[in-house]
């Protein structure tokens, strides 16, 4: 069983710049690909940044060049830098894992763990 802990959402205004923590508690080693994910108001969640369990990284197109993810080398914590917030960019923010490596990388439905999520809101 895996336990995902969001940190590090919060206010700012477009342009600003936020870091999310995903910690991954419960886990102990093995293939595991990790991701964010957000869900605005009315719209479904969307994937943004996923990393699989061969360290490959994949993004949604509105976020390409702003957004990174990373992980740390035991791969316990996960990270989200965002730049350059855009108002569009407000949503609640998730942290959603799997074990081995999902047919398609940004589809929700292939993560079987998730967060409880950080709140993000950018102001124009």
């Known amino acids: 069983q895996v336990q995902l802990v969001e940190s590090g959402g919060g206010s700012v205004q477009a342009g600003g710049s936020l870091r999310l923590s995903c910690a991954a508690y419960g886990y102990i080693g093995g293939d595991i690909s990790m991701g964010w994910f957000r869900q605005a108001p009315g719209k479904e969640r969307e994937g943004v940044a996923t990393?699989?369990?061969?360290?490959?990284?994949t993004y949604t197109d509105s976020v390409k060049g702003r957004f990174t993810i990373s992980q740390d080398n035991a791969r316990w914590t996960l990270y989200l830098q965002m730049n350059n917030l855009k108002p569009e960019d407000t949503a609640m923010y998730y942290c959603a894992a799997r074990f081995g490596t999902p047919i398609q990388a940004l589809g929700a439905t292939s993560y079987q763990y998730w967060g409880q999520g950080t709140q993000v809101t950018v102001s124009s």
């Open positions: 990393i699989d369990s061969n360290f490959r990284t």
